[in-house]
Structure formats: structure tokens, C-alpha cells
């Protein structure tokens, strides 16, 4: 993890391998490098393999390679979000084999490599090359890739990949090429993105995690399946399946344009996108004239007239989408819902039942547990799958009987905002649909509903000018380094996700509880220094939340109010309150958020923390 480039040609390609990087930067990343075949321009096979690595940005690594006259036709990219070993030069990719003893000299780095994933069997490896005779510059599991390519190297760069890939567990991209064959790159996959670049001219071909990388080079795009292994040499390419048989996969055009990473008039990414949500529910909503199974699909008739229940899979803040929508499936549609984190899900015992819809929720399709949970349904004979998703090329729409793209475009920053609330809209026309085809939506509500949603780009709009008010209770936060978020009902997992957003991006250490749980234990922690943030809504909970609050503020506590306009909640000592521009009934979750993300967003500037790759964290999670 994070992000791979990989190309042939006969140009210098180390400009686009490193501009490729730049666009993936958006994941999320602890170090990148590049390697290159040194004799890959002159057509010879002569000359070694070379490689630039850093710990800093990408654009650092750019002046580095231009520094060190870093230059091949041939050659890999990679960042890394680090898993085995630390953040390092050392442990940063490319890797290269090294060999001890009598090959010393003749075996190392002939072999050039770069992965995303977890190889878990990386230790035993270790141990059997070491035996060998290998030394360990990292403390990595790619490192270990590179050494056993190496070892099964008999002048078939393609066939000691291929064996390789036999004796590895766990989930792997990656791009490899080798010292003796200057013109060819060898990719292969199971459990991590990969996909295979077509190029036009000087005879290229490439491989990228992400379509993105490969924005304004190529938009000829075929996606590898599990278990391919693909062949790139200049002009040609092969690709096999995993019982080791050549196979064509689909050519697919593939817009992927980098002028959406623009950030325009923003200070950083996150801003940008939540300013963009009006739009992105827009698109997403775009050309919905009325609730019809067929929004999510052909079959979507017979499967909603199949099911009976309604399972949830999901991480991280689509997680939390999930948990709201469970409020809206169970009171709007009538049927029973259950929300798991997928990475619970896949490893632990459950009751299958083929009369459920299991339902996928997941920003780039390609979340690795999430993945593996909608697979371990399946195996458990539930065949009833749709997804919620932001990329329809995406292993995940593959993969699902039914899909809902929502549109929110590209979202650069690691801390998610209109990917949630477009996967709110999404999942709110689930909702609308499975109520349908269970006699449970009149039309009056059907038009009801679709007035509301409709009005939601402007109703968000309202929203967003109220940022300077938030940015006033960003100064205080920023001083705090723990803060309790309340909610009730519909409105607690929305607390949930306003917490996640504080923490991802601020530092700060933040919790989120059901209002009515405060007596149950975190009350205990409610002193003056604890700011207790409150998203209350004039709902049915609204007095059962307000005598939650006096039970803040008999403590000490100071409350941070996000109040309807018509809930009577007025600013006092130790109560500050902010005036949401309406009631939005059933659909209050997605516009009760954005407050949230902006005061996460603000904090998090007053802190002068790096607001778009928060540390630790990245935007495609792709491994366990």
C-alpha cells in the first residue's frame, strides 16, 4: 500500500512514473521512489538498475531524480503507507534483490519491485532465503518479494513471477522488472488493485493502481481480475488468469481527469470538497425522476421482491453511512437491517440467510475487507448483492448483482466529506425503493420525498454559510485535546462521523456516544475542558436530548449546539448554539454533517496540522 506506477517505452518515462505518483498522492503516504533500467533507452542490455527513494513529498522525490539525472524507458513508481517497517528510506519502495556470499556481486539488484498489500506468510520466506544466502537491507514483506523472484529466475522474467506468486498469503499488487530483460515489466495481482495502461505511442504500455495515475496518458484501461499476471514489453502485452491460461480482458475507455484535482480558489482539498457537496448530490441525484427498482440495475425488480432483511458491510465512515441508513430502512421501508463493520464480519460466525440483500458501502470499490466480507457472504450463500460506490469500474460494482454509482467526483483528501453524504443520498433511494416494493411508500410520500431530495444542493448551500460561525468554535477547539460528540436516534451515527472527522484530521482525541448512554459512564469524563458537541434536530428526541444537556452543563461542561431554528435552544454561559438554516425531517443527517466536517476542517487548520494527509492514515485502504 499505497499507490504503484509501472511503464515500457521507448521515451523517457521517469517524468510520467513520477507525475503518475502526484496524482495518487491523494491516498495518502509515508515515503515514494522510483527505479529505472539504466540501459532500457539505449536498446542494449548492458548497464543496471537505478532508483531514487525518500521519505519526504513527491514533489521532493522530482527534484531528487532530476538531481541524480534519474532517466530509463523502463521503470516502476511507488508510494507507501507502511505496514511492515518503519516510515524509512530503507523501507521505502522500489526494492531491489541482494544476494550474499559467492553471488553477491552477480545477484544484486537484478531484480526491481514494488507492492501494495500484506504478504503473510513473509516470515517464513524471510527465513528460506536467508538460509540462501539473502541479505535484508528492510524490514519489509515486499523486500521479500523481490528476493524470492530472484531465487526462481531462470531467464524467464514472467515465469519466476509466476512461480512466486504461488507461494505467497495474503494480498498483493505488484509491478516487477529484472536487470537482464530492459524491455519488459511484469505485473501480477490478487486482493489489491492493478490495472494495465494501453498507450498509443513509442510502443508503451503501462501498469498503475488507480486509473488516475495514468490521467492525460492513456484512457485505454483494461482491469485486471484476481489472480492475473500481465506481460508488458514495448508495443505488446499478455495477460493470465490465475490457472495460469492467456486470457483477453476488456478494453475500456476510461475518462480519468486530473483537472479534478485542481484546488482552485480552496486552501486545501478537504475545503474544496466540502464546498462541492451541493454539486455531488446534484449528480448523484441527477436524472432520478422517480423511485424505480431499476436505479439500482437490471434484476432489481425480482431481487427486491426476494429479500426480506438487509445487511450492511462496510468500514470507517461508510460505516457510519450505513448505520444512518439502517434508521431510514427500518422506519421508512419496514425491514429489518443490520449493520456490520466489514472487517468483524468476515472472521467471525453468523446465521446466513439467502433472503437477504447484502449491502456493500465503499468510496473506491476496492476497500480490501470490505471486499473480502462481500465475498465471505457469498461464499455463505447469500447471491442477493448491490453496492453503494463511488467508482463504477471498480472491483466492487464487478463484483455485486446491483449498483448505485454515486457521483461524487474525485476526492482528493484522506478525510471523507462528499463521498458520505452522497452515499447518504444513494442509500436514501435504497431506502425509497425497498419501501416501494414492500407497499410501504404511497405515492404522495414518494413525491414528498423526492421534493426534499431535490431541494437538497440548495438546503446544503445554507448550510455552508454558516462557516464563519463554525470557524469561531474552531478557535476554541483548537486549544482541547478531547471533545465528546451527542446524538440521538438518526442522528447518532452522525455524531459518530462528526468525532471521526475531529480526530482524522485535528488530533485531537474524540468520542461519540448515544445522548441518552451520558449516565452510563461518560459523564464521568465531562469537565470545562471537554467541549460536548450536541446535533440536535427538532425531531421526537429533541426533549429527551435537551435534558441530556442539563446533564452537561450541572457538570461544568460546555455545550457546542447544532439546533434547528425552531427547537428553542438559546446561547447562555456555557451553552454556544449554531441555527441550521431548516428542518430537513428524515433527510436532517446529511446537511447536520457538514457543520461537522467544517468544524474538523477549521480546527485542524488553527492547528496547522497537514489537513489532507493526515498522519498515519491513507485514502485507499487496500490491505487488513
Not at 241 to 269: F, I, M, N
Not at 326 to 334: G, Q, R, T, V
Not at 581 to 607: D, N, W
Amino acid at each position: 500500500m499505497c499507490g504503484i506506477v509501472g511503464a515500457v517505452s521507448t521515451r523517457n518515462i521517469v517524468p510520467i512514473l513520477v507525475q503518475g505518483l502526484q496524482r495518487l498522492e491523494y491516498r495518502g503516504y509515508d515515503s515514494c521512489g522510483v527505479a529505472v533500467h539504466a540501459a532500457s533507452l539505449g536498446g542494449g542490455a548492458s548497464g543496471g538498475l537505478r532508483r531514487s527513494r525518500s521519505t519526504a513529498r513527491v514533489a521532493e522525490l522530482m527534484e531528487q531524480v532530476s538531481a541524480e539525472m534519474l532517466e530509463g524507458g523502463t521503470g516502476i513508481a511507488h508510494t507507501r503507507w507502511a505496514t511492515h517497517g518503519a516510515p524509512a528510506v530503507h523501507n521505502a519502495h522500489p526494492h531491489f534483490s541482494h544476494g550474499t556470499g559467492a553471488d553477491a556481486g552477480a545477484r544484486a539488484g537484478r531484480v526491481a519491485l514494488v507492492h501494495n498489500g500484506i504478504i503473510e506468510n513473509h516470515e517464513e520466506l524471510r527465513a528460506a532465503l536467508q538460509a540462501r544466502g539473502y541479505a535484508f537491507a528492510s524490514q519489509t514483506d515486499t523486500e521479500v518479494i523481490a528476493h524470492l523472484v530472484d531465487s526462481l529466475y531462470d531467464g524467464d522474467l514472467f515465469e519466476a513471477v509466476k512461480a512466486a506468486v504461488g507461494q505467497l498469503h495474503g494480498a498483493y499488487a505488484i509491478a516487477v522488472f529484472h536487470k537482464d530483460e530492459p524491455h519488459r515489466v511484469i505485473g501480477a495481482r490478487a486482493g489489491s488493485p492493478l490495472i494495465l495502461g494501453v498507450g498509443s505511442q513509442h510502443g508503451e504500455n503501462f501498469l498503475a493502481s488507480d486509473a488516475m495515475a495514468l490521467a492525460g496518458v492513456t484512457d485505454q484501461i483494461v482491469y485486471l481480475e484476481e489472480g492475473d499476471v500481465v506481460d508488458l514489453q514495448l508495443g505488446k502485452y499478455w495477460i493470465f488468469d490465475k490457472s495460469h491460461k492467456p486470457v483477453t480482458r476488456p478494453v475500456k475507455t476510461v475518462q480519468a481527469h486530473s483537472g479534478a484535482a485542481e484546488l482552485g480558489p480552496y486552501r486545501h482539498y478537504m475545503q474544496k470538497e466540502i464546498f462541492e457537496q451541493p454539486r455531488a448530490i446534484a449528480d448523484t441525484l441527477e436524472g432520478v425522476e422517480g423511485i424505480v427498482p431499476e436505479l439500482f440495475g437490471d434484476g432489481a425488480y425480482r431481487i427486491f421482491k426476494d429479500i426480506d432483511k438487509v445487511l450492511i458491510l462496510a468500514c470507517g465512515t461508510s460505516y457510519y453511512s450505513g448505520c444512518t441508513a439502517k434508521y431510514w430502512l427500518e422506519s421508512i421501508a419496514k425491514i429489518p437491517t443490520q449493520v456490520e463493520v466489514a472487517s468483524e464480519y468476515r472472521y467471525r460466525e453468523s446465521v446466513p440467510d439467502p433472503k437477504t440483500l447484502v449491502v456493500t458501502i465503499t468510496q473506491s470499490g476496492e476497500t480490501a475487507d470490505t471486499l473480502a466480507a462481500l465475498r465471505h457472504a457469498q461464499a455463505l450463500g447469500m447471491r442477493h448483492t448491490l453496492t453503494i460506490c463511488n467508482v463504477s469500474t471498480s472491483a466492487m460494482v464487478r463484483e455485486c448483482s446491483l449498483a448505485y454509482i454515486t457521483r461524487a467526483g474525485v476526492e482528493i483528501g484522506v478525510a471523507s466529506t462528499k463521498a458520505f453524504t452522497t452515499q447518504l443520498a444513494g442509500l436514501f433511494l435504497l431506502t425509497l425503493a425497498l419501501a416501494q416494493s414492500r407497499g410501504q411508500l404511497s405515492e404522495a410520500d414518494e413525491a414528498a420525498h423526492l421534493k426534499a431530495m431535490r431541494h437538497l444542493p440548495v438546503a446544503l448551500a445554507g448550510v455552508l454559510a454558516l462557516e464563519p460561525q463554525i470557524i469561531s468554535w474552531a478557535e476554541d477547539f483548537a486549544r482541547m485535546e478531547n471533545a465528546l460528540f451527542l446524538g440521538r436516534g438518526l442522528h447518532y451515527p452522525i455524531a459518530l462521523e462528526g468525532a471521526l472527522k475531529l480526530k482524522e484530521v485535528t488530533y485531537i482525541h474524540a468520542e461519540a456516544y448515544p445522548a441518552g448512554e451520558l449516565k452510563h459512564g461518560p459523564l464521568a469524563l465531562v469537565t470545562s475542558a471537554m467541549p460536548v458537541v450536541t446535533v440536535a434536530p427538532n425531531d421526537t428526541l429533541l426533549e429527551k436530548l435537551k435534558s441530556n444537556m442539563q446533564e452537561v452543563r450541572a457538570r461544568g461542561g460546555v455545550l457546542y449546539v447544532l439546533a434547528d431554528a425552531d427547537t428553542r435552544i438559546e446561547s447562555s454561559e456555557g451553552i454556544h448554539v449554531i441555527r441550521m438554516p431548516e428542518h430537513y425531517g428524515a433527510l436532517s443527517p446529511l446537511l447536520h454533517v457538514v457543520p461537522l466536517q467544517l468544524l474538523a476542517y477549521h480546527t485542524a487548520c488553527a492547528r496547522g496540522t497537514d489537513v489532507d494527509k493526515p498522519r498515519n492514515l491513507a485514502k485507499s485502504v487496500t490491505v487488513e
